[in-house]
């Protein structure tokens, strides 16, 4: 059984750092992409940042500068690092594991305050 299980979310005031981790079970995990994707109050899930199986990282425009992915093959974890946090990164955010197929965490809510 495939499980992925966010952690590290919580209330940060703008300005602030939080990172998140995602940890994989039921996966390959060195062989799987893995993202961390958001789904703000009234707007669909966007796309924060993935990393593949071979550590090359993407991000959204949004958040460049700003959001590091990172993987630990070893600890089955994949994290968000985000710095210089804006009241509009609030969100709910999600891993996901991307190989033969896709799986979803279940989310972890992050409140950027004014």
């Known amino acids: 059984q495939v499980q992925l299980v966010e952690s590290g979310g919580g209330l940060v005031q703008a300005g602030g750092s939080l990172r998140l981790s995602c940890a994989a079970s039921?996966?390959?995990?060195?062989?799987?992409?893995m993202g961390w994707y958001r789904q703000a109050p009234g707007k669909q899930r966007e796309l924060v940042a993935t990393i593949t199986s071979g550590s090359t990282t993407n991000y959204a425009d949004s958040v460049k500068g700003r959001f590091t992915i990172s993987r630990d093959n070893a600890k089955n974890t994949v994290y968000l690092q985000m710095n210089s946090l804006k009241p509009e990164d609030t969100a709910v955010y999600y891993c996901?594991?991307?190989?033969?197929?896709?799986?979803w965490g279940k989310g972890t809510l992050v409140t950027v305050s004014s």
């Open positions: 039921g996966i390959i995990f060195s062989a799987n992409n």
């Open positions: 996901r594991a991307d190989r033969f197929f896709g799986y």
